[in-house]
């Protein structure tokens, strides 16, 4: 009979190791979450208070307030253009007078339809509307999960029956589900 490939290394030189027994668990105190970020200079007071009420979202959870702030602020600057621009338009009207005396259509509706479609890409990235949240798969109950929530899913091990690597017995062949 042909052998089965060669020996298994010794346990100690793996480099390696599948065991539960070398991971440890995070314990001790809650996480800590820090004061959320002030925001851009120069906002609308509506445009402060959605800077607010975001940071104190469930999705805010999920964003790095480091490296993710330049964009982020990018977004609250951009909703305040569109604020202003709105607010504008409203004023002047979708038509203005052009430099000939001609009716002409209001320039400002051309650069709200740019802001908006650069506020939707921005929003996509940071999962703010269902779609995009769906498009990172993520649900907002996972989002706010504690650290102790998350080790004792991990320390339960959760449903292993349809894992194939839980099937090997030790020292014995599995063939059709039976050890042989």
Partial sequence: MAGRGPAPKDPERRQRR?????????????????????PPAGLLKRTRDRWAEYWASPVAKLADPVSDLPALERLFVLYDDLERSNAAVKKTGHMVTGSQGQAVL?????????????????????????RAR??????????????????????????????????IVTGQDVIGGETA
């Fill in 18 to 38: 599948n065991a539960a027994k070398d991971l440890e668990v995070v314990t001790g105190a809650a996480v800590e979450v820090p004061e959320p970020p002030a």
């Fill in 106 to 130: 209001n320039p400002l509706l051309r650069h709200i339809q740019v802001t908006q479609g650069e506020v939707r890409q921005l929003e996509d990235r940071f999962g703010l509307s269902p």
């Fill in 134 to 167: 769906l498009s990172l798969n993520v649900t907002l109950g996972e989002a706010a999960k504690s650290i102790a929530d998350l080790n004792s899913e991990f320390m339960s091990g959760g449903d292993d029956d349809d894992d194939p690597r839980f099937d």
